[in-house]
């Protein structure tokens, strides 16, 4: 299993950026897949950006052209930068990776987008 650790969540208000992280316990080019989910009160868990291990990228309809997902290799850590942000966006982000057919999650890092 991988370990993951979130970071970078806050409120803010509707227009403005946020960019959150994500620590990966190993190379995350080991991972078959990692990325972004996030689940709003009484929704369910959605996906909203991940990378392949081919290096390609799978957006949600809902959040392209405002967020970008991106990777720092030698510090393990996959970001997800969000612009233009808005009030249904609110959730709880969490990171996500596949190792081995394992799945692991982060504990999760609240957003919250004021109108």
């Known amino acids: 299993q991988v370990q993951l650790v979130e970071s970078g969540g806050g409120l803010v208000q509707a227009g403005g950026s946020l960019r959150l992280s994500c620590a990966a316990s190993?190379?995350?080019?080991?991972?078959?897949?990692i990325g972004w989910y996030r689940q709003a009160p009484g929704e369910q868990r959605e996906l909203v950006a991940t990378f392949t291990s081919a290096g390609s990228t799978n957006y949600a309809d809902s959040v392209k052209g405002r967020f970008t997902i991106s990777r720092d290799n030698p510090k393990n850590t996959v970001y997800l930068q969000m612009n233009s942000l808005k009030p249904e966006d609110t959730a709880v982000y969490y990171c996500h990776a596949i190792w081995l057919g394992v799945q692991s999650w982060g504990q999760g890092t609240q957003v919250t987008v004021s109108a």
């Open positions: 190993r190379s995350i080019f080991s991972l078959n897949v």
